[in-house]
């Protein structure tokens, strides 16, 4: 099964304690490289950053290639990214909590 993912489906279950439910979903989590940026983020919580900074081997960080997509709406950096990928690798699935990226 093929999940990638956006920001907040990884950031807010790190916060509660809970991010592991990812790898007992899906088994593996992909993640593109301006999801990984903005989970790296200077305002982004400490323990995000912390658990981002030793990525489980479960979550895979990968580059997109914009070139496929054509953007219908204003989507972030992140969403564009993940669409771009999504659509790349043929994924099952996105997590995304964007309307906009639907």
């Given at each position: 099964m093929i999940i990638v993912a956006d920001t907040s489906p990884v950031n807010y279950p790190v916060l509660i304690g809970a991010i592991?439910?990812?790898?007992?979903?899906?088994?593996?989590?992909?993640?593109?490289?301006?999801?990984?940026?903005?989970?790296?983020?200077e305002k982004t919580p400490t323990e995000v950053k912390a658990w981002i900074d030793a990525?489980?081997?479960?979550?895979?960080?990968?580059?997109?290639?914009?070139?496929?997509l054509t953007p219908q709406r204003e989507l972030g950096d992140g969403e564009r990214e993940v669409i771009a990928l999504a659509v790349a690798l043929n994924a099952d699935a996105v997590l995304m909590d964007d309307r906009d990226g639907t």
């Open positions: 592991d439910i990812l790898k007992e979903l899906f088994g593996r989590v992909i993640i593109p490289q301006a999801v990984l940026g903005e989970l790296q983020h990525c489980p081997n479960w979550l895979e960080v990968r580059q997109a290639g914009l070139s496929l």
